[in-house]
């Protein structure tokens, strides 16, 4: 019989936090979940841990796939994808942890809705804070499409979404093996695309860990541009082949996942490197970013790094929250996107 939900973790590397994740899945109280673990060859004790775990909870249905080498989150996500057979899809990191009612709510909601994709809000927890982040499916007259396209009031993470299967199946929102940075968003855009209707529920249950270290977002390198640089490759012929006309809202995004980077990067060399990046789009927008971000690129485009670095430090201060992209200009909410 197929099940009601597919929950799909990635296993790699998180021997400190596989216990607790795997708890709060175990622990769910919505009882049709098929569980399918990925074990991307994790050179750690991460495998043996949820084992442990798994034998506390007999009763629930769950596989582990193991890869005979690591291939990355991309390829772990697809093979997670193939294995699974339930209606909807939930995708879970394995170093975060979520509430127990997480998918009896979900669920309901999903069909409750008839939606083919459900948005929650997030809970960023930090070594000394846990920061409550709201989604926004709904924002200025934009399209959900539109909003997630900019990525400046919902993040592209796919944690946050409740998905049918069909989705996730169809070949153009296949994540490509390789693509292990900005793949949630790769997702994402094209998932919205494709969705013929797109719910938000006003909470939260998700538990985004921000203090694994060896994660891969916290880890800015010279890999992380070379992915950038792919993803764009990706997402500009996509929007090509189905007549996406956005051309502003995609310069900003350029631009955001750009400076991000050249901001949370430790190495002079990288920045040096990709500081012209999308230049082109910088030079004809300048003047609609705020203040802060304008500063950012001035000492960027002058390889004033540490001044950016700290520029970029303050904004967040300021904020009080993790933002998901780094400008808020009045451009990037006014900008609409069409379908031609």
């Known amino acids: 019989m197929t099940p009601a939900v597919s929950i799909l973790v990635p296993v790699y590397n998180v021997s400190n936090f596989i ?13 049709d979940i098929e569980y399918v673990f990925v074990n991307d060859c994790t050179p750690d004790d ?3 841990k949820l084992q442990k775990v798994m034998a506390q ?3 629930r249905n769950v596989k582990i796939i193991h890869h005979e080498k690591n291939r990355g989150l991309a390829a772990a996500r697809n093979t997670a994808i193939d294995h699974s057979t339930g209606k909807y899809i939930q995708v879970i990191d394995s170093d975060d942890w979520v509430e127990a009612d ?5 669920y309901k909601k999903a069909e409750e809705e008839q939606a083919d994709i459900l948005v929650s809000d997030i809970l960023m927890e930090k070594k000394n804070a846990t920061i409550y982040q709201k989604e926004f499916i709904e924002y200025k007259n934009k399209t959900p499409f539109q909003i997630m396209l900019e990525n400046e009031v919902i993040g592209g993470y796919l944690w946050a979404k409740f998905v049918k299967r069909e989705l996730y199946v169809m070949p153009e929102c296949r994540v490509i093996e390789g693509l292990n940075y900005l793949e949630d968003l790769h997702v994402s855009i094209r998932m919205f695309y494709f969705a013929n209707k797109i719910v938000k529920i006003d909470r939260t249950f998700y538990h985004y860990n921000k203090t694994n ?3 891969i977002t916290s ?6 541009f070379a992915t950038l640089i792919v993803f764009w490759k990706y997402l500009d012929e996509f929007l090509q082949a189905n007549s996406v006309k956005c051309a502003e809202s995609i310069a900003f995004l350029k631009i955001h996942t750009k400076v991000n980077l050249i901001t949370q990067t430790n190495s002079y060399k990288t920045r040096k490197k990709y500081a012209y990046l999308f230049r082109d789009f910088e030079m004809k927008y300048i003047n609609r970013f705020r203040l802060g971000e304008r500063l950012i690129l001035f000492f960027t485009h002058y390889r004033m790094f540490f001044s950016a670095h700290l520029t ?3 904004i967040i201060l300021k904020n ?3 933002p998901k992209t780094l400008c808020t200009c009045k451009l990037s909410r006014q900008a609409g996107c069409a379908k031609t």
């Open 19 to 31: 216990e607790r994740c795997a708890h709060s899945l175990f622990q769910q109280t919505f009882e």
């Open 46 to 48: 991460s495998i043996e």
């Open 57 to 59: 909870y007999p009763n």
């Open 102 to 106: 997480m998918i009896e709510n979900l």
């Open 213 to 215: 270290e060896n994660a």
């Open 219 to 224: 880890q800015k390198t010279d890999s992380h």
């Open 312 to 314: 970029y430090k303050l």
């Open 320 to 322: 009080q929250r993790i």
